[in-house]
């Protein structure tokens, strides 16, 4: 603790950073608590941070947070014996770093991976120091505690596995087995879901219940559409029809747009990005890639549409933003229950249906 306020890190922000984190993994605070004295305490969790096919968004996603500064945190929080973007050494002397903390700390350091691995051709377009991303992914993973994916290349291959996947790129669980992994998609990753996941690790040896993807599900147990802001106008049938249209300036439903909320499966739409509100896809007027899904990001075209899973109102309405409509979430609440589930939902049922047949028709 001392050491992090000698950096400008208040005991206060310290807690809350925390209690944020514990929050995200859906722990109570007493939890946070914990895991600030551990965190604050001499020894901090070794954490081994490797690179491979992608474009250091999710670090860098990581070091824009602010109020408090989750990056200045993280990087006091857990002792980062290796991350090649922000490590000092080069060279011989980062393989040494390296080297060195998987043999001082081997079964005890978190290995997180960032970057889907290439696995055609004996792996060979993606080398770091001569040795192939399939080599180093397995033999760091073979003396971890556990491994986290962050990102979308990393647990299941992200952009770099996009048709027609030129290297044979995969997510990190595909090559490395025996061990734990823990995939937090995202294009970025939204940087709580990390630190959650590896503060309860190192704090109470455990990791996240995780769904059948290997997804937190804490983070990734609902789907966007089901927490959006803009759900209520989803339900009551008022959809942007175009960029920059009246609904799209009134801040209607982006359906129509080609969102993939309806079926992607993310905390998105409540942990915003650089805890900045609004600081998301939907949130800025465009809509959801789908990026943690693997079927859908990267892979259905941007203004395509999905399928709703779940088209029926939620039981409570999230609150519009004030900015974009004058309509209350009491008002849209009561009406839209009724009427706008069943045209919203009737809606998109019959254009889904008038669109699947002029598929059909054409391919006949
Ligand atoms: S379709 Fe997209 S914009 Fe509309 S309510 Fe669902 S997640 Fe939000």
């Given at each position: 603790?001392?050491?992090?306020?000698?950096?400008?890190?208040?005991?206060?922000?310290?807690?809350?950073?925390?209690?944020?984190?514990?929050?995200?993994?859906?722990?109570?605070?007493?939890?946070?608590?914990?895991?600030?004295?551990?965190?604050?305490?001499?020894?901090?969790?070794?954490?081994?941070?490797?690179?491979?096919?992608?474009?250091?968004?999710?670090?860098?996603?990581?070091?824009?947070?602010?109020?408090?500064?989750?990056?200045?945190?993280?990087?006091?929080?857990?002792?980062?014996?290796?991350?090649?973007?922000?490590?000092?050494?080069?060279?011989?002397?980062?393989?040494?770093?390296?080297?060195?903390?998987?043999?001082?700390?081997?079964?005890?350091?978190?290995?997180?991976?960032?970057?889907?691995?290439?696995?055609?051709?004996?792996?060979?377009?993606?080398?770091?120091?001569?040795?192939?991303?399939?080599?180093?992914?397995?033999?760091?993973?073979?003396?971890?505690?556990?491994?986290?994916?962050?990102?979308?290349?990393?647990?299941?291959?992200?952009?770099?596995?996009?048709?027609?996947?030129?290297?044979?790129?995969?997510?990190?669980?595909?090559?490395?087995?025996?061990?734990?992994?823990?995939?937090?998609?995202?294009?970025?990753?939204?940087?709580?879901?990390?630190l959650g996941t590896v503060l309860q690790f190192a704090t109470f040896g455990t990791l996240p219940a995780l769904d059948g993807l290997g997804r937190p599900k804490f983070a990734y147990a609902r789907t966007i559409h089901e927490?959006?802001?803009?759900?209520?106008?989803?339900?009551?049938?008022?959809?942007?029809?175009?960029?920059?249209?009246?609904?799209?300036?009134?801040?209607?439903?982006?359906?129509?747009?080609?969102?993939?909320?309806?079926?992607?499966?993310?905390?998105?739409?409540?942990?915003?990005?650089?805890?900045?509100?609004?600081?998301?896809?939907?949130?800025?007027?465009?809509?959801?890639?789908?990026?943690?899904?693997?079927?859908?990001?990267?892979?259905?075209?941007?203004?395509?549409?999905?399928?709703?899973?779940?088209?029926?109102?939620?039981?409570?309405?999230?609150?519009?933003?004030?900015?974009?409509?004058?309509?209350?979430?009491?008002?849209?609440?009561?009406?839209?229950?009724?009427?706008?589930?069943?045209?919203?939902?009737?809606?998109?049922?019959?254009?889904?249906?008038?669109?699947?047949?002029?598929?059909?028709?054409?391919?006949?």
């Amino acid at each position: 603790m001392a050491e992090l306020e000698t950096e400008g890190v208040s005991r206060r922000g310290f807690l809350k950073v925390c209690s944020l984190a514990a929050g995200a993994v859906g722990l109570p605070a007493w939890a946070g608590e914990k895991m600030a004295e551990k965190a604050a305490g001499s020894a901090k969790p070794p954490v081994i941070w490797l690179h491979f096919q992608e474009c250091t968004g999710c670090s860098e996603s990581l070091l824009r947070t602010s109020a408090p500064d989750v990056a200045e945190l993280i990087l006091g929080l857990v002792s980062l014996d290796y991350h090649e973007t922000l490590m000092v050494p080069s060279g011989y002397q980062a393989e040494k770093s390296l080297e060195e903390s998987m043999e001082k700390n081997a079964g005890n350091y978190v290995l997180v991976v960032e970057g889907a691995i290439p696995t055609k051709d004996n792996g060979i377009y993606c080398r770091v120091g001569g040795h192939t991303a399939v080599e180093t992914a397995k033999k760091v993973a073979a003396k971890a505690a556990a491994v986290i994916s962050i990102g979308s290349c990393a647990s299941w291959g992200g952009i770099p596995s996009a048709d027609p996947n030129p290297t044979g790129a995969v997510g990190v669980d595909k090559v490395v087995t025996g061990k734990p992994v823990v995939n937090i998609p995202g294009c970025p990753a939204n940087p709580y879901n990390l630190l959650g996941t590896v503060l309860q690790f190192a704090t109470f040896g455990t990791l996240p219940a995780l769904d059948g993807l290997g997804r937190p599900k804490f983070a990734y147990a609902r789907t966007i559409h089901e927490d959006c802001p803009r759900r209520p106008h989803f339900d009551a049938g008022r959809f942007a029809q175009k960029y920059g249209d009246e609904g799209h300036r009134e801040g209607y439903c982006l359906y129509k747009l080609g969102c993939k909320g309806p079926a992607t499966h993310a905390n998105c739409s409540l942990n915003h990005f650089v805890e900045m509100p609004g600081a998301w896809p939907v949130g800025i007027g465009h809509p959801c890639v789908g990026c943690t899904e693997q079927k859908i990001g990267f892979r259905v075209p941007l203004h395509d549409t999905v399928d709703v899973e779940r088209p029926t109102a939620p039981g409570t309405y999230p609150p519009i933003h004030p900015d974009h409509s004058v309509i209350t979430p009491a008002v849209v609440g009561a009406s839209a229950a009724i009427v706008g589930a069943l045209v919203g939902a009737g809606y998109v049922a019959t254009k889904k249906i008038t669109a699947d047949s002029e598929k059909h028709a054409g391919k006949e």
